[in-house]
Each structure stands twice: as structure tokens, then as C-alpha cells.
């Protein structure tokens, strides 16, 4: 006869998340060179997608004419953080019950993504990363010392270390996706949301691998000029999290907790169970 304690067990585990239940959300701002592919992509490994057309002055929507997608327009540029808004919101009134977000410009692969739903079903209510860890020797110089600084100032705003916090490739579990009043625009919407997610649902991010994939001489891949512009965004999002952590404060008590918290790496197969970058990783899966 089976411990009625085991029956028990299992019907409090967290039901598996499958593609069918994700949509896809991929803003978009004059990508007509690679927003095909990215959303061919897309459709590859989940049937639901939504891309956000931030008032694009070039042919992105002719590109995406005849594909079966959810396409929401701005009448004019509003932002990174208005378009990821909207798609939150019809993903969400679309019965989603997670939320992946790409890049529209190419830099993140499709493939990746069944990686990211196992790392979240292996880490249920996590917001997973796909954190380009891999070939970091392609990124630029002044792109990889941007992302290390923004992964320590949003260590401070969420209490534990992150790996690539400044990836746009990320699962979001719905009530992340649902948290009203997320405040930033821009790229800041992105830091911001880890914070809140913290401090309003203590919520955590794992981060999965996946290469850095830019314009460089060992590759005959073209991208759009990043709409990231590292000195201005990057100040923007410095000066909006350390007014956060003023206010928040307990700075002896979130620096501890920073320390404890190293960051979490979806990695079965080991090969980030090593410090990388510096930074001490604790591996899980």
C-alpha cells in the first residue's frame, strides 16, 4: 500500500511547465535583418509567440507578415521596458504560465530554450537567465566589464550574486510577469524587475549557459549596432539601483547576504562548477 505521506508529497509538487504554456516575448526596434530567423526560432520550440514593435522605421513588421504570431505595435518609440509591459500583459491574458523573453537582433538562440524551461522546472518559481558565459572571449571588452558591474550593483539591489544580470534572454514564472508597478524604462525595467521580484515575491535567478554571440573576426554573422550604450544606460541603471538600495537600507545586513548567496548556475554538465570570471558559482542541477 502506498505511505499515504508520498501521495501527499507528490500532489504538492509543482506541475511541470511545457512549451505549449510559455509565449515568447521579443521586442523589436528596427530588426528587419534577423527578426525572421529569431522568430522562425521561436515558433520552433513554442507555438505562442508575441512580438512588440517598438515604432520601427524599417520593414521589421513586413518580415513577420505571414507568420502565425501575436504582433503588437507602438505608433512610436516607447522603449524596452514599455514593449517587455505589453507583452507581459498579453501573455499573460493569453493563459501563459511563464514568459521567455529574446532579443529581436539575433543574439540569442532558440535552441536554448528547452535548457532554460528544464532549469525551470528544476527550479520552480526561479527566474532563470541564459547567461552568456560561454565563449566570453568574443564580447567585447567594454560589453564584459558593463555586465560585471551591472552584476554587482544588482547583487545589491536583490541580496544574492547573479550570473549576467544584464541578459535579455530570461524565463519569467507569470507572477513575476504579473508584478504591477515595476518602475524603469529602457534597459532599467530589466534590473528592476530582479529587484522587485526579490523584495516583493523572494524570488531567486538561476542561470543557464549559452554563448556570446556577437560581430567578431571569427565569424561571418551580421548584427544590428546594439540599441545598449554602455555608459549611458549603464549610468542609468547604476544611479536608479543605488537610490534603491539607499531607501531599502540595511546595507551591513544585504552586503552578508551578498556574500552567502553566490551565483546559482543550471549546470549538469559541470563545466561552470569552477570560478569563472572571478566569481564564485554554486552549481545546481
Known amino acids: 500500500m502506498d505511505d499515504p505521506r508520498h501521495h501527499e508529497s507528490r500532489q504538492l509538487e509543482p506541475r511541470r511547465l511545457e512549451p505549449t504554456e510559455i509565449a515568447v516575448v521579443i521586442p523589436a526596434l528596427n530588426e528587419a535583418l534577423r527578426i525572421r530567423g529569431v522568430v522562425e526560432g521561436a515558433l520552433a520550440q513554442c507555438t505562442r509567440v508575441i512580438v512588440v514593435d517598438d515604432g ?70 526561479h527566474i532563470v537567465i541564459g547567461a552568456r558565459l560561454r565563449k566570453r572571449s568574443q564580447q567585447p571588452i567594454h560589453r564584459r566589464l558593463a555586465n560585471e558591474f551591472g552584476d554587482w550593483g544588482i ?27 515595476v518602475p524603469g524604462e529602457d534597459f532599467v525595467f530589466e534590473a528592476q524587475i530582479l529587484i522587485s521580484a526579490a523584495r516583493l515575491l523572494d ?65 549538469p554538465s559541470g563545466e561552470f562548477a569552477v570560478p569563472c570570471g572571478g566569481a564564485r558559482m554554486q552549481r545546481a542541477g
Open 56 to 125: 520601427s522605421e524599417d520593414d521589421t513588421v513586413a518580415q513577420l507578415a505571414d507568420l502565425p504570431i501575436t504582433l503588437l505595435r507602438h505608433p512610436r518609440r516607447m522603449g524596452k521596458g514599455a514593449s517587455l509591459r505589453d507583452g507581459f500583459r498579453e501573455a499573460l491574458r493569453q493563459g501563459a504560465r511563464a514568459v521567455l523573453t529574446m532579443d529581436g537582433d539575433g543574439q540569442h538562440q532558440a535552441s536554448d530554450i528547452p535548457r532554460m524551461i528544464e532549469a525551470a522546472n528544476r527550479h520552480p518559481g
Open 155 to 181: 547583487a545589491w539591489g536583490t541580496g544574492y550574486q547573479v550570473a549576467d544580470s544584464q541578459s535579455g534572454q530570461r524565463l519569467y514564472p507569470a507572477r513575476v510577469a504579473a508584478l504591477d508597478d
Open 203 to 267: 524570488t531567486r535567478c538561476v542561470s543557464v549557459p549559452i554563448e556570446s554571440r556577437y560581430k567578431c573576426v571569427h565569424s561571418d554573422e551580421e548584427f544590428r549596432a546594439s540599441h545598449f550604450r554602455p555608459l549611458r544606460d549603464l549610468w542609468r541603471i547604476t544611479s536608479h539601483i543605488v537610490l534603491q538600495v539607499l531607501r531599502h537600507g540595511r546595507l551591513v545586513a544585504v552586503y552578508r547576504s551578498i556574500r552567502a548567496n553566490p551565483p546559482l548556475v543550471h549546470d
